[in-house]
């Protein structure tokens, strides 16, 4: 009597749904998480993109010799500009990869309102008392909301508002 075996190359019914079951619930664990990361990678995208548009006003006002400006417009569109005579420079819209995220604007007093900041041939701010000095970057379900902070003498920079003063060089300094 002959017997033949014959072995199965592939997969069973049942392998297959187990294999489905387990990246079902995988994909339904890492998604939150996913979707975290996606908004937190918005409001980093805009900081950073307000402190390459303060950079960039600074520079240029360095390079044309002549006053030069930085304005927030809504979302975290802004514009950067040649004060007088007026021409615009630069501008992002705030749909460019960071539509969903707000920002709150400050004065060095840091309970006025501010959208403004002009820098000097030099460098320098331009009427520092009324300026913007601090742009706080935030979205809903986003856990790190980070901030920019201008320091003096005009300088930019990206900070982590969660982290403790002189604890971490990320942490803000105002």
Excluded: Y
């Excluded at 997969?11 to 890492?30: G, N, R, Y």
């Excluded at 004060?83 to 992002?92: F, Q």
């Excluded at 909301?145 to 003063?165: N, Y």
């Amino acid at each position: 009597m002959l017997v033949s075996k014959h072995k199965s190359a592939g997969f069973t019914l049942i392998e297959l749904m187990i294999t489905v079951a387990i990246l079902a619930i995988v994909a339904s664990v890492a998604f939150p998480s996913f979707r975290v990361m996606i908004i937190n990678s918005q409001v980093r995208n805009a900081t950073e993109s307000i402190v390459n548009g303060l950079q960039k006003a600074r520079a240029e006002a360095v390079a044309r010799n002549t006053n030069v400006s930085f304005t927030l417009g809504t979302g975290s569109s802004w514009t950067v500009s040649v004060v007088n005579p007026a021409s615009t420079i630069e501008s992002r819209n705030s749909g460019e990869g960071s539509a969903i995220v707000t920002l709150t604007a400050l004065a060095p007093d840091f309970a006025t309102a501010a959208t403004t900041i002009s820098f000097n041939n030099f460098g320098g701010v331009v009427t520092p008392a009324t300026s913007l000095a601090r742009v706080n970057l935030t979205a809903t379900n986003a856990d790190k909301p980070l901030r920019v902070e201008i320091l003096a003498g005009g300088t930019a920079r990206m900070c982590d508002p969660s982290l403790a003063i002189n604890s971490n060089p990320r942490a803000c300094n105002l």
